[in-house]
């Protein structure tokens, strides 16, 4: 399995970003999916899950602003960040829920105040 992410950048507080991750994986879609963060000296946290019927959850501190998505024709993860905040400042990465699929290289997401 590889997981490719991309869309990162540099954007002011109040700013929006789309993410976007790629899984070479087949049957894409019957895997519950998740964006995590890792922000500097911070463990790895999981932001928001999709599951294969489309059902979502976020954490408390991106709900209301992140939204997940996913198109199983392309085997296509996104991750809508609206209203971005200087806390959001991490490294993004996105992985299959309760699989031991190795980590790709994540995009990095930082928000200036």
């Known amino acids: 399995v590889q997981l490719v992410e991309s869309g990162g950048g540099f954007v002011r507080a109040g700013e929006s970003l789309r993410l976007s991750c790629v899984a070479s994986?087949?049957?894409?879609?019957?895997?519950?999916m998740g964006w995590y963060r890792q922000a500097p000296g911070k463990e790895r946290e999981l932001v928001a899950s999709?599951?294969?019927?489309?059902?979502?959850n976020y954490a408390d501190s991106v709900k209301g602003r992140f939204t997940i998505s996913r198109d199983n024709a392309k085997n296509t993860l996104y991750l809508q960040m609206n209203s971005l905040k200087p806390e959001d400042t991490a490294v993004y990465y996105c992985?299959?829920?309760?699989?031991?699929?190795?980590w790709g290289r994540g995009t990095q997401v930082t928000v200036s105040s």
């Open positions: 992985n299959g829920r309760s699989t031991n699929w190795p």
């Open positions: 994986i087949s049957i894409f879609s019957i895997y519950t």
């Open positions: 999709i599951f294969s019927l489309g059902g979502t």
